[in-house]
C-alpha cells in the first residue's frame, strides 16, 4: 500500500480503497512527540482515535491514496515529521503527560508549517484544510495531567501469560489508564498505564484475575 503511489501492484480490491478521498494529518502525543499521518475518508476520525493521539489536525484532502502518500513523504522529507510513533513510547508518554496547552500549541505549530510547505506547491489533486480533531471523551482523563497527589506508574507485569486484573478508567487508542483491585476488590493506591495493544493474537479468559504486583514496586505505594 505505501509503494502505490510509486508506482507498486496491488490488489483491485486494495486499489478501489486507495482511489478513495485520504485525509493528511498531522498528530502529536503525550510526551509532544509530532507525526505526519494518512486516514481514508470513511476513517478520518477513527485513524486518529486508534493511534492515541493527544491533539490533532487536518491539514490536507487528497483525491486518492497516492496524491495523499506523496504529501505525506514530501512532509517527512522537507519537515523531519516522522511517519511512525511507536508504542511503547506512548505509552511511556502518557505516565507524565505533558500540558495539553504546550500539545495544542505544539500541534498547531507543526500544522502551519505543513500548510505553509504544501500551500506552494505547483501539484494539484488536493486541497488545503484548516480542521481540528475531536478526541473521544473516553480518552480525556488518560491525556490530561495527573491531579496533585495522585499517582500514576506504568503497568508492572508483562501481557505474556498469568493473571491479569484491570478496571479500565480511560482509554487512548490502544493504552488504557487502570486500577488494579486486590484480592478483595479493592484497588490500590494509584492508577496504571497499560499497553493493551501487548493482547492482541492472545487467548483471553474472563474472570475475577489479579496482577501480581512486583515487590519492587512497593514503595510506589
Given at each position: 500500500m505505501h509503494d502505490f503511489h510509486r508506482g507498486g501492484s496491488v490488489p483491485a480490491g486494495l486499489r478501489a480503497y486507495l482511489m478513495q478521498p485520504h485525509w493528511l494529518y498531522v498528530a502529536t502525543f503525550a510526551n509532544g512527540a509530532t507525526k505526519v499521518g494518512t486516514a481514508s475518508a470513511p476513517r478520518k476520525w477513527n485513524r486518529l482515535a486508534e493511534q492515541g493521539a493527544v491533539q490533532a489536525s487536518y491539514v490536507a484532502l487528497a483525491e486518492d491514496g497516492r496524491v495523499v502518500r506523496v504529501l505525506e513523504d514530501l512532509?517527512?522529507?522537507?519537515?523531519?515529521?516522522?511517519?511512525?510513533?511507536?508504542?511503547?513510547?506512548?505509552?511511556?508518554?502518557?505516565?507524565?503527560?505533558?500540558?495539553?496547552?504546550?500539545?495544542?500549541?505544539?500541534?498547531?505549530?507543526?500544522?502551519?508549517?505543513?500548510?505553509?510547505?504544501?500551500?506552494?506547491?505547483?501539484?494539484?489533486?488536493?486541497?488545503?484544510?484548516?480542521?481540528?480533531?475531536?478526541?473521544?471523551a473516553l480518552a480525556d482523563r488518560l491525556c490530561t495531567v495527573r491531579a496533585t497527589g495522585s499517582s500514576r506508574h506504568p503497568?508492572?507485569?508483562?501481557?505474556?501469560?498469568?493473571?491479569?486484573?484491570?478496571?479500565?478508567?480511560?482509554?487512548?487508542?490502544?493504552?488504557?489508564?487502570?486500577?488494579l483491585p486486590d484480592a478483595e476488590g479493592n484497588e490500590v493506591e494509584g492508577s496504571f498505564v497499560a499497553d493493551l495493544g501487548a493482547l492482541k493474537g492472545r487467548k483471553i479468559e474472563f474472570g475475577a484475575h489479579v496482577t501480581e504486583i512486583p515487590a519492587l514496586q512497593d514503595s510506589l505505594f
Open positions: 512532509v517527512t522529507r522537507e519537515l523531519g515529521l516522522v511517519q511512525q510513533v511507536r508504542s511503547a513510547a506512548k505509552a511511556a508518554s502518557l505516565v507524565e503527560p505533558r500540558p495539553g496547552v504546550e500539545l495544542v500549541a505544539t500541534n498547531r505549530r507543526h500544522a502551519a508549517q505543513v500548510r505553509g510547505l504544501l500551500g506552494g506547491l505547483a501539484m494539484t489533486g488536493f486541497a488545503l484544510v484548516e480542521e481540528e480533531w475531536e478526541r473521544p503497568y508492572p507485569a508483562a501481557f505474556d501469560g498469568g493473571g491479569h486484573g484491570l478496571r479500565v478508567h480511560s482509554l487512548s487508542g490502544a493504552i488504557a489508564l487502570a486500577g
